[in-house]
Each structure stands twice: as structure tokens, then as C-alpha cells.
């Protein structure tokens, strides 16, 4: 989901698309911590939720950056849920 043009994403009432990484992370933190979730740092160093499958990203726009949403499902093949990203996709959003 592209952090500019969505479609927009709610988990459990976070609005997690076109946001301020650092402000997301702290709703995203509280929010599993309250619940008594596991909360996961994707390699990229953001707050994510192995549980739920939500990976949030940052993408540049213009000069700030933005929230963007990835979602993916642990399985045999892959052991976490970044390793469920293609490839072709950390590429086309990497943060410059």
C-alpha cells in the first residue's frame, strides 16, 4: 500500500497508512503492549506485528517520510513475516 495514494489500512483502529514512521511506532508499541503481543523490528528497524502480519514502511515523500503498510503470513517457506516480501518490492519503495 503506497504511503501517498493508500488505499488507506486500520489495524484495531491505528490508521496505519501516509503517517509519521515515529509516531506510528508508538501507537503500534503501545497498542501490542497492552494486549501482551510480541512486538517484532523488521530488518528495516521498524515496529511490526509477526501476530497480526503487518509489516509498516517508511517511503519518502517529498521531503518527509511516510507510513506505508506490507502484510504478509509465516509459513514453511519463510520464517518471518519479512521474509513473505518479494524481493522486487523492497526495491521498488527503499527509502533513498
Known sequence: ???RTGPQAVLDGIRLIGRRPSELAGEISA???GLG??????????????DRGMLP????AGDVL?????FGRPNSCADTASDCVPADERVAHRVR
Do not use: C, K, W, Y
Open 66 to 70: 511516510l507510513t506505508r503498510a506490507v
Open 57 to 60: 514502511r517508511a517511503q519518502r
Open 37 to 50: 503481543r510480541t512486538i517484532s523490528i523488521t530488518p528495516e528497524g521498524e515496529i511490526s506485528s509477526e
Open 1 to 3: 500500500m503506497d504511503a
Open 31 to 33: 497498542h501490542l503492549e
